[in-house]
């Protein structure tokens, strides 16, 4: 009886040991997303766009997007983008990546507002004479990275103004799906 008791014992323990993560000390590395964009048909935007958690001065979470993009014409226009729900980009006019991620099921806005989609990341800069952007550290409040793994990004034919239901942002020029980025670069 005794022995049998010390033996149930012994098998939680190796469970318990076997069971402890070996690098407990080490914080885990947050993971970082990239997207990269592919045209729909007919248009010919492409880019690179990154996604990383970040925590503002007030402690605010949220993220940080860098972004490269190239053939936003016609040059010096404004362009909307969004996070989308589904990560499906296997239709060629970027619908099947579904509408805007809003979890919460509330009306559309502009990243400075009080209410938003999370998915409302607002309008890129103007493209430059190229029809070209980069975009250094975007401040999205309130989005987080490991909820948008997987569900696609969207750059419009024309601005988000803010407006019902979706920002008036037309078409949809480019489509990509955020996956798990690989070690930084730069
Ligand atoms: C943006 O991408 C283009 C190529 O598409 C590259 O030539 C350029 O160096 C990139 N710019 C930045 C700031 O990464
Ligand atoms: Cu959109």
């Given amino acids: 009886m005794l022995a049998r008791l010390a033996a149930a014992l012994g098998a939680i323990v190796v469970v318990a040991l076997s069971a402890a993560p070996a690098d407990a000390d080490c914080p885990k590395p947050k993971p970082s997303l990239i997207c990269v964009l592919a045209p729909t048909a007919g248009n010919s935007v492409h880019g690179t766009i990154t996604v990383s958690p970040a925590r503002h001065r007030d402690g605010t979470k949220g993220v940080l997007i860098n972004a490269n993009i190239t053939g936003l014409l016609p040059p010096r226009t404004v362009h909307g ?6 990560g499906d980009v296997s239709a060629d006019n970027g619908k ?36 070209s ?12 990275a490991k909820k948008v793994l997987g569900r696609a990004l969207i750059i419009h034919a024309l601005t988000d ?26």
């Fill in 161 to 186: 103004d803010g407006g019902q239901p979706t920002g008036n942002a037309g078409a949809r020029l480019a489509q990509c799906v955020l996956g798990v980025a690989g070690p930084a670069k730069d």
């Fill in 96 to 131: 099947a990546t579904g509408g805007h991620y809003n979890p919460k099921g509330v009306v559309h806005g502009l990243p400075g507002g009080t209410v938003r989609h999370q998915g409302d990341i607002g309008n890129l800069p103007a493209s430059d004479d190229a029809g």
């Fill in 81 to 86: 983008w969004h996070v989308h729900e589904f």
């Fill in 133 to 144: 952007v980069v975009v250094q550290g975007h401040w999205v409040p309130k989005l987080r």
